[in-house]
């Protein structure tokens, strides 16, 4: 598995747009066949279902790349998604696509102990 993004969610990425790690830019997958960046990132989630966000960034200045809220919010609401959950974006290494891939956690502590807990259906 290659981790392209993980990030534990703020009030910002919840109530605004997701605020990408300046990292995730790098990565070959969210580039085109001419290296240059995608503006929709297509990725699916556990259930096999399809998310497309669309990746917008500062012409100027520090460039601070984002999800767009109308792209991001739906993935929040439909997870339930609060701040400190965190999400991650990766591949599967032996995919030929390399499909995209988002998971969604949520912290919990059971019995003093912490642990993330796959969101998704049950």
Known sequence: MDILCEKSLTKTDLEHQFIVPIDFLNQPAVRDENGELKENITSFDRDGQEWRFRLAIRKNGHPK???????????????????????????????GARNIRIQAWRKITILGTLVLAELGKV
């Open 65 to 95: 790349p984002t999800l767009t809220p109308a792209s991001w919010h739906p993935f929040v609401k439909h997870f339930g998604l609060q701040e400190g959950d965190v999400v991650k974006f990766y591949i599967i290494r032996n995919e």
